[in-house]
Every structure is written in C-alpha cells, then in structure tokens.
C-alpha cells in the first residue's frame, strides 16, 4: 500500500483530501512534521487561504519537502498548493512586489480580472467547470471533459507543465505535471469522480 | 463556463431515541427512509448532487458535539463541496465546524444580531466558507420597506428579514441587508423566502432575482421547489446560481440525474 503524507500547515479542510486520499487506496498520514516527507511515496500539499500566509506557514517545511521532491518523491499541490509550487504569485504584492513560491516549477500565478471582458464575471471563479486535456499525462488519464470544482481568485496561464485547461473569461492551468510534480487548481477531494479518478492516478503513479 | 448547481439539503435534528433525523417534508410514511443523513448525503453524492447542505435544526448547545460528529461522518462519505449551518453563532464554532469536515458554513441569526461577525469569519477562514442564509418574508407595508418589489400580480412589497428559524421579523430590509453583507465579506447567499418554504409552489422568484441583480455574490434560492420546473424558473427567472431542494429528492419524487438531464435539455448548462 502506497503511503501518502498530507502536509499539515495549518490551513483548510484536511479530512476530505485524506479521505479521498483512502479512497483512491492509499495508507494516508496528516502530519506538519516534516522528518515524514522523505519516508513518503508521496506527497500532498493542500490549501486554501492567501499565498503570503500559506508560503509564511510551509517555510519551516520547505527544506524537507524540496529534499524530498530532488530525491524523486512525486508532489501533488492542490489549489494554492499548486500555485505555491510555482514561481511567484501577484496575490500580496500589494505589500511589496510579488511573492515568491517554492519555485519547483515555472509560472506566475496571477488575479482574474474582468473590467474588459464583454460580461462581467464573479470573483472567486467559485463552482464547476470542464477539464480539457491539453497534453498526456498519467495524472489525468480518463477525466478529459469532465467537471470538477474551483474555489479561486487568483490563475496561472496556460505554459510548458499545463496538462489540462479550463475556461473562466481566459483560458488557465487546471493540472500542471512535471516529472514528479504535479498541481491541480481545483479540489480533485470535492471533485466527485473525476476528483477521486485523479487521486487514484496519484496514488497509483508514486 | 460554470455549470448551474442544484444542491440538496439535509434539515437534521438530533432528539428523538437519541438520533439524528432528516425532517424534511411531512411524509411520514417515507421519514423513516428519508431519516438517516449519512445514508442520505452517500446518496446524493452518487446521484451527482453538485454541492451538499446539512443544517442542524436542533440548533441547542447540548448536543452541539454530537452534531459534529454527525457532520464529520456525513462529511466523510461526500467527495463534493459540503457547507454546514444551524446554530453557528461564534469564531470558534466556524472553526470546530470546518475541522469536523464542512468546506462552507451557513449563519443566519447570529449575523443579523452581529453583522461584524461575517467579517470577523470571512477574515478569519476566508470569504468562500462564508455563507450568508437570510430568511425573509414579504411585507406589504410598503412605507417601512426601503427596496420595493412587484410580485407576481404586480403589487409592490418589501422583504423583511426574519431570524429565529423564520420565527422572528427584524425589521431589516432583506435587499439591503444582501447588499451590506456583500461589503462585510459575506462569499454567497442562500436565500430562503418564508411565503414559498415548504409549499412546493416554486422559488419566491421575485425576491430571487432582486437580490441576484443587485450582487455580486453567487445565490443559492431555496425554498419552494416542487417540481423540475421551479428549478428551471429558479435559475431563468430568479438568475439563482444554484438551486436548493429537500422534500423531493428526499422522497424521490425526482432523481438529481433526470432532473439535471431535464435542465439541461432546456439549455441550462449542468454538469452530468
């Protein structure tokens, strides 16, 4: 059985991703102690919040968790997770330019903005939209077209890692993979099937 | 583009024989089928049920720990956003709330007492947890209301808020007090209109659209669905973003597949 660690940061709602974690089939264990990444077949980065504060929580673990991943250990981030695996984000620059991520993949995370678009769409992209698969990767193997559900105000465009899109006003990265790393800007944990198809192909690829 | 959401609720009460029931609905002969929430939340979950929304009507304090750890199994069979009301009324309810598994929680009657507290929450957890369930019920005063609305036969009224379980009026205009939630950091509304609640003669849709135009926030309109086509008016008419039902799915008097087929059929765009 697979062991998958969820890092614990302090942030979110960590029962649904371990128990869709459990479903997929995995052995899941939420721990903020990171002399647990190395020992992991897998790593599970969650989030919800701001991009400062989830960066100023993940400092003390982000030693650990770069070893890990430089030693191959596969790394998914969800949500702000994802956006947190990264370049740096536009959320925060207020307070002085745009804060860096852990900077394990290219992108720049940016803010929806509607003011030119014809109609003007809410913020926070809140609901369920369609996966379209832009490029083969195991991680989103059997869920082309279909819905799963975003909660976020803040995108990255379309790049090199983007395995799958979805379209709010602009077309942005729903799933970025690269090598062992991997990001999905929706919650495959409240996605239903497509989200639990998406945690098994996780599961099964570390 | 988004789907449409249709969103099934769970009105839960913790008494009798010491078990929690879903309500919903005076069909006794079916309450025993309908009572369990956590076989009920399974269901939905599978039937495509877009969102779930489980509100604890017992609302006491004493059985406060015992709700949650109703909510934490109910949370633990659904893979879809689950939002949690019902007696909410600090900080640290919000957040024991979210911990036993809920991705949303619902206040009602401890904003309206405190409207500081939807700020203090949305700051805290973030606006997208954030729920704002306003009761209302139409008030044909029409010198005391500040936003005026023409019903169905043209007449004007306002909407009053009402808290307590819809037991006592406030005073508070509901458009108003839709809108100032809005800048106190409120991330959707559920609307649930007292003159259609439990009727299942549709959605109170004058009201619904009102509120729709004049915010920004997502809407859920609640109260009042009977049939397919009262969802459908729901989302045409009152340009709700999502729709909440009880009775009928409880008492499968329409499956959430048929009826997300039947919408988007009609060109509503679902996802199925």
């Known amino acids: 059985m697979k062991r998958i660690v969820v890092i614990d940061y302090g942030l979110g709602n960590l029962r ?8 997929a089939g995995a052995q899941v264990k939420v721990t903020s102690d990171s002399s647990q990444f190395s020992r992991a077949d897998g790593l599970v980065l969650p989030g919800v919040g701001a991009f400062k504060s989830g960066m100023q929580n993940v400092q003390n673990k982000k030693g650990a968790l770069l070893q890990a991943v430089n030693e191959g250990t596969p ?41 030119i678009t014809p109609e003007k769409l809410k913020i926070p992209h809140m609901g369920w939209n369609r996966l379209e698969v832009v490029k083969e990767n195991a991680l989103v193997k059997g869920v082309d077209g279909g819905y799963a559900y975003f909660v976020h105000s803040y995108y990255v465009e379309p790049g090199e890692h983007t395995v799958a899109t979805s379209s709010y006003g602009t077309s942005f990265a729903a799933v970025i993979a690269s090598g062992s790393v991997f990001g999905t800007q929706f919650h495959p944990e409240k996605s239903s099937t497509v989200g639990l198809q998406i945690l098994k192909n996780f599961v099964e690829l570390c | 583009m988004l789907t449409k959401r249709i969103i099934p609720c769970l009105d839960v009460k913790y008494g009798d024989g010491n078990r929690a029931l879903v309500v919903k609905g005076i069909e006794f002969v079916s309450l025993r089928e309908a009572g369990d929430p956590v076989e009920l939340a399974k269901r939905y979950d599978q039937e495509g049920a877009d969102e779930l ?3 604890d009507i017992t609302a006491s304090h004493e059985h406060r720990k015992t709700m949650l750890d ?32 809920a991705d949303k929680i619902a206040i009602n009657t401890a904003a309206v007492k ?25 008030n044909t005063d029409v010198e005391k209301g500040q936003h005026l609305v023409p019903l169905e036969d043209g007449t004007l009224a306002w909407y009053e808020v009402v808290i307590y379980g819809g037991r006592t009026p406030t005073g508070i205009d509901a458009i108003e007090w839709a809108i100032q939630s809005e800048r106190l950091g409120a991330g959707e509304i559920m609307l649930t209109s007292m003159n259609r609640d439990g009727t299942k003669d549709g959605y109170d849709i004058p009201i619904t659209k009102a509120i729709s135009e004049a915010i920004d926030l ?55």
């Open chain 1, 75 to 115: 790394v998914l981030g969800i949500c702000l997770g994802m956006q947190m695996l990264l370049t740096a984000s536009d959320e925060g620059e207020r307070q002085g330019g745009p804060v860096e991520g852990l900077q394990l993949l290219q992108g720049h995370v940016k803010r929806f903005n509607f003011d």
């Open chain 2, 53 to 55: 929304i489980f509100l």
């Open chain 2, 114 to 138: 405190n409207p500081h507290f939807i700020t203090h929450a949305a700051e805290t957890v973030g606006s997208q947890c954030i729920v704002l369930a306003i009761d209302c019920r139409r």
């Open chain 2, 218 to 272: 997502p809407i859920i309109a609640s109260g009042g669905a009977g049939t397919a086509e009262h969802i459908y008016d729901g989302f045409v008419y009152g340009k709700a973003d999502a729709c909440l039902a009880a009775s009928i799915f409880h008492f499968k008097e329409i499956s959430i597949a048929s009826l997300k087929q039947y919408l988007q059929a009609r060109g509503i765009l679902m996802r199925i």
């Open chain 1, 16 to 23: 649904s991703a371990m128990r869709g974690l459990e479903r």
């Open chain 2, 70 to 101: 109703i909510v934490k199994d109910t949370a633990d069979q659904v893979f879809i956003p689950f939002c949690v009301g019902g007696g909410v009324r600090t900080l640290n309810d919000v957040i024991e709330t979210l911990r036993s598994g």
